[in-house]
């Protein structure tokens, strides 16, 4: 997922997914699975064939629609054949037309950009004599749990992944509570990282858009106040763990700790920085 700095535009963070497959040794057999639902399921999907990628939008809304780009024969893709890798590869998986030509070369480069800007974000973080890869991957996770938009940080990236195999405590965490997203915070400053910090602040200043505005302990990733929950009865979840939710009705609920924590990272960001 390319994510690095430009001259002009600060941070380059389109909405893709990239995969560059690379030949080691042989010539290895493959199958590509390609097989996106829209709207979590509940829309049906059309797959158009250009010369340079495949669409794949809705029925319903032609607008909604993904494109997926590769180096692979795409009637391969599309009809699941089975494919002898004899050189590198790609496919790229983006929510817009690319307006410029896509091939290996810059694929790879995308590659290379996006690792260099996480070895750098890695060479800031604090070090330490003992488990410092393990510091170090799970510092990872909570800057991707940070939207860089507005600043929020998510509880998951997932929804609906059970606390138990089988039972229904299934809930949809890709929310920003304001303590959870506090202790991340407050994690992120005390190892380096003031500018996740920053943003953080700048999304609770941005909840607040008057005196008479309360706080609440759940927000959307763009500072959204209801998060209506719905349950998806025609998909079976993980593990066949039902139910699956999307929206969490936890924003009505009143927890007074979350100012707590919330007050700790304004103090630790404004008095030691």
Request: charged content about 25%; some cysteine.
């Given at each position: 997922?390319?994510?690095?700095?430009?001259?002009?535009?600060?941070?380059?963070?389109?909405?893709?997914?990239?995969?560059?497959?690379?030949?080691?040794?042989?010539?290895?057999?493959?199958?590509?699975?390609?097989?996106?639902?829209?709207?979590?399921?509940?829309?049906?999907?059309?797959?158009?064939?250009?010369?340079?990628?495949?669409?794949?939008?809705?029925?319903?809304?032609?607008?909604?629609?993904?494109?997926?780009?590769?180096?692979?024969?795409?009637?391969?893709?599309?009809?699941?054949?089975?494919?002898?890798?004899?050189?590198?590869?790609?496919?790229?998986?983006?929510?817009?037309?690319?307006?410029?030509?896509?091939?290996?070369?810059?694929?790879?480069?995308?590659?290379?950009?996006?690792?260099?800007?996480?070895?750098?974000?890695?060479?800031?973080?604090?070090?330490?004599?003992?488990?410092?890869?393990?510091?170090?991957?799970?510092?990872?996770?909570?800057?991707?749990?940070?939207?860089?938009?507005?600043?929020?940080?998510?509880?998951?990236?997932?929804?609906?992944?059970?606390?138990?195999?089988?039972?229904?405590?299934?809930?949809?965490?890709?929310?920003?509570?304001?303590?959870?997203?506090?202790?991340?915070?407050?994690?992120?400053?005390?190892?380096?990282?003031?500018?996740?910090?920053?943003?953080?602040?700048?999304?609770?200043?941005?909840?607040?858009?008057?005196?008479?505005?309360?706080?609440?302990?759940?927000?959307?990733?763009?500072?959204?106040?209801?998060?209506?929950?719905?349950?998806?009865?025609?998909?079976?979840?993980?593990?066949?763990?039902?139910?699956?939710?999307?929206?969490?009705?936890?924003?009505?609920?009143?927890?007074?700790?979350?100012?707590?924590?919330?007050?700790?990272v304004f103090y630790r960001y404004y008095y030691h920085f």
């Amino acid at each position: 997922m390319p994510r690095y700095h430009t001259v002009d535009e600060g941070y380059y963070t389109p909405p893709e997914v990239h995969r560059y497959i690379r030949l080691l040794a042989g010539k290895p057999q493959l199958r590509i699975y390609y097989d996106p639902i829209l709207n979590y399921a509940r829309e049906q999907v059309e797959h158009i064939k250009y010369p340079d990628y495949i669409r794949t939008n809705s029925v319903k809304n032609i607008r909604d629609s993904i494109y997926l780009y590769s180096s692979f024969q795409l009637d391969d893709i599309l009809e699941h054949r089975e494919i002898v890798l004899e050189k590198d590869e790609y496919l790229l998986l983006a929510y817009s037309q690319k307006l410029v030509k896509i091939d290996i070369k810059r694929i790879y480069l995308e590659y290379q950009r996006t690792k260099v800007y996480w070895l750098n974000w890695d060479n800031r973080s604090r070090k330490f004599r003992k488990y410092n890869e393990l510091v170090s991957r799970s510092l990872l996770i909570l800057k991707l749990m940070s939207y860089q938009e507005t600043g929020a940080v998510l509880a998951a990236l997932t929804t609906s992944i059970p606390e138990t195999i089988g039972e229904v405590r299934n809930w949809d965490y890709r929310f920003c509570w304001i303590r959870d997203a506090s202790m991340s915070i407050e994690t992120l400053l005390k190892m380096g990282h003031r500018e996740a910090a920053g943003r953080y602040i700048g999304f609770v200043k941005s909840v607040l858009r008057s005196k008479s505005d309360s706080f609440q302990i759940i927000y959307g990733i763009n500072g959204e106040r209801v998060l209506q929950e719905e349950i998806l009865p025609e998909l079976a979840g993980y593990e066949n763990s039902r139910p699956v939710r999307i929206g969490n009705a936890a924003y009505t609920q009143r927890q007074n700790d979350s100012l707590g924590y919330l007050m700790d990272v304004f103090y630790r960001y404004y008095y030691h920085f």
